[in-house]
């Protein structure tokens, strides 16, 4: 029987179908959570396996998704298999939206689940039930957010509702999306771990505002053409931080450097967010 002491945890699993994305957030007093809890994969599902963990459930219960079971169903299917179902917890969000969760009935005080439209929250070891709550509440509040912004928000506020009764130490966020990840040659669109902080989900919220100013899109229309004046200025900066020579090399090579190439087409037009980065590294 697969086991894995991930115990003190709390998730949410969640999908945005307009947007074609599906997600897993968690927070837990375990080293490295991200590691076994969260899996997803688009128009398929996403999983959170979690208390004394049985790690097969993320990949089996994908497959089972893929087959055609809903949430519910894979989730009898699973627990149905598992001799150690009453100390697992689970929770499964399926290619349409239906989620499931299910709670052995000996998983540790305060331990629970609650779902709605497009999404499954769970905890076990908790200060109390509001902390489930407050997932739940987080997430259907704040639709107008991304999926992967909503599944921090719910993390934080499930925290401040008291959330996991031993502490803090991990947390992970993970959102896929088809051929929306890096390079478009991927279905990652954020994979974001904190192995082990004093606050894991103030780290977590740092590195997402790291990853999108890499890796997110500032739609066309707001870029800036870069006029001679600009030109010049972008000569100025990128002589000053050691990229000399023709602009456009010198502009790639000095984006490669910083991660941003993502964020970058030639010199006729600049992302905003680039500009700013090259003022700031270059005052």
Same mark, same amino acid.
């Not at 307009?18 to 007093?29: D, F």
């Not at 999983?47 to 055609?68: C, F, H, K, M, V």
């Not at 456009?248 to 991660?259: I, L, P, Q, R, V």
């Given at each position: 029987?697969?086991?894995?002491?991930?115990?003190?945890?709390?998730?949410?699993?969640?999908?945005?179908?307009?947007?074609?994305?599906?997600?897993?957030?968690?927070?837990?007093?375990?080293?490295?959570?991200?590691?076994?809890?969260?899996?997803?994969?688009?128009?398929?599902?996403?999983? /959170?396996? !979690?208390?004394?963990?049985?790690?097969?459930? $993320?990949?089996?219960?994908?497959? *089972? +998704?893929?087959?055609?079971?809903? @949430?519910?169903?894979?989730?009898?299917?699973?627990?149905?298999?598992?001799?150690?179902?009453?100390?697992?917890?689970?929770?499964?969000?399926?290619?349409?939206?239906?989620?499931?969760?299910?709670?052995?009935?000996?998983?540790?005080?305060?331990?629970?689940?609650?779902?709605?439209?497009?999404?499954?929250?769970?905890?076990?070891?908790?200060?109390?039930?509001?902390?489930?709550?407050?997932?739940?509440?987080?997430?259907?509040?704040?639709?107008?957010?991304?999926?992967?912004?909503?599944?921090?928000?719910?993390?934080? /506020?499930? !925290?401040?509702?008291?959330?996991?009764?031993? $502490?803090?130490?991990?947390?992970? *966020? +993970?959102?896929?999306?088809?051929? @929306?990840?890096?390079?478009?040659?991927?279905?990652?669109?954020?994979?974001?771990?904190?192995?082990?902080?004093?606050?894991?989900?103030?780290?977590?919220?740092?590195?997402?505002?790291?990853?999108?100013?890499?890796?997110?899109?500032?739609?066309?229309?707001?870029?800036?053409?870069?006029?001679?004046?600009?030109?010049?200025?972008?000569?100025?900066?990128?002589?000053?931080?050691?990229?000399?020579?023709?602009?456009?090399?010198?502009?790639?090579?000095?984006?490669?450097?910083?991660?941003?190439?993502?964020?970058?087409?030639?010199?006729?037009?600049?992302?905003?967010?680039?500009?700013?980065?090259?003022?700031?590294?270059?005052?």
């Amino acid at each position: 029987m697969a086991r894995s002491d991930v115990v003190a945890t709390y998730s949410i699993v969640a999908c945005d179908l307009e947007a074609g994305q599906w997600g897993v957030a968690v927070q837990s007093k375990f080293l490295a959570v991200g590691s076994v809890v969260p899996w997803a994969e688009p128009h398929v599902g996403a999983i /959170a396996t !979690q208390s004394w963990a049985n790690p097969s459930y $993320g990949p089996d219960g994908l497959e *089972l +998704l893929r087959s055609g079971q809903t @949430a519910e169903e894979a989730v009898v299917t699973l627990t149905t298999a598992d001799e150690g179902r009453e100390h697992r917890q689970l929770g499964i969000v399926d290619g349409s939206g239906r989620a499931a969760t299910f709670t052995g009935d000996q998983c540790h005080d305060w331990a629970g689940g609650r779902t709605g439209n497009g999404y499954a929250a769970q905890g076990n070891i908790l200060v109390s039930h509001e902390t489930v709550d407050a997932l739940a509440a987080t997430f259907e509040q704040n639709g107008h957010l991304s999926l992967a912004e909503r599944l921090i928000e719910c993390l934080a /506020a499930a !925290q401040a509702a008291g959330g996991d009764r031993r $502490g803090q130490q991990s947390a992970s *966020l +993970l959102v896929v999306e088809k051929d @929306a990840g890096y390079a478009n040659l991927s279905d990652v669109v954020v994979d974001l771990r904190v192995d082990d902080h004093e606050l894991p989900i103030v780290e977590l919220r740092r590195l997402y505002a790291l990853h999108n100013k890499l890796f997110g899109v500032t739609p066309p229309e707001d870029w800036i053409a870069v006029d001679e004046t600009l030109a010049a200025e972008l000569r100025d900066r990128l002589a000053e931080l050691g990229y000399e020579g023709a602009l456009d090399k010198a502009f790639s090579d000095w984006a490669g450097t910083e991660n941003l190439e993502e964020r970058v087409e030639g010199v006729d037009r600049i992302d905003p967010v680039v500009l700013a980065a090259l003022r700031d590294k270059s005052r």
